[in-house]
């Protein structure tokens, strides 16, 4: 009875409970944005020659969606198997992964018809007299949109390919921080792209005159530029590392828990305070069109890499 005990004991860590919990969380994200696809068909109550254009992108949206819903219900149904089973053969978990990793690629690959009509806006409408921030807005948000829909995916095939039970990890180790330091990336620019079209469509009052949005400007535009350039140097430091016990995890954790924290720092002030100074594109963006809101539990993935010693 005491070695059963024990055996439990070290099985249940707070690494894997962590990682139950953020892959409940992708799944049940991923499920309520299926469940609100109000969006699909508002081409129908809309006029002018941007229809196309929102047809499109609400169908490649749509498919889009459905295979990041296919891969967190593979995710969480193959957690739960491997709780209720105390582990999985590695071959299979790899397999399991590689999938989940293929249907994320193809649900960021949605945004290509995005990035393609931003693209065209610049090129055949230009800047004109618009203002400093509508230019700046909507350069960063098309340079989101190209990341997102280009970077992530290719980062995302490479890596569901370097993952193969029968050639070495140090590809997929180079490749997995390759592509967490692209979505970071990723989530600076198109978090700044929003405070930028916020800016211009509330003024600079709209920062100056309420402490929260003023921080949480600087959180975005400085802060998360600041994660990301520190996980490219984490990246390039570790690319070569041979095996998953030499990687260096606290970095790691300080990585994820900030990615996490400034999540949920983000959704928690809204909470507690509102939207102050009114609701705008900024709160509308983050509380009602982002998808990837469940990066809010992240830290209790981090935060045990921050005790690990070692990598198992």
Partial sequence: MPIEIMT???????????????TIAYFLFS????LVLSRVGEWEYLSGSFVFSIFVEDISGFIGIVFRFVASLIAVAAIIFYFIKKGLPAQITTKILRWILVFEAIYWLRLLPNGFFGVQDLVFIGFGNRPIAMVLGSLVSTAALLVESIGIPIALFVLAFKLNPNKPVKGGIKWGLITGTIYIFVFWLLNTSMWLITIREKGMEYLTSYPQNLLSFVITTVGLLALAIFSTYFTMKSAGTETVENLKLKPLGVIIVALGMYFLWNY????????VGGWGTWYAWFLGHNLDLWLLSLPLVGLPLLFERKAS
Avoid: A, D, N, R
């Fill in 8 to 22: 439990e004991q070290k099985f249940y860590s707070p690494l894997k409970i962590g990682l139950f919990i953020v």
């Fill in 31 to 34: 499920l309520h944005t299926m």
């Fill in 268 to 275: 928690l002030t809204w909470i507690f305070f509102g939207s």
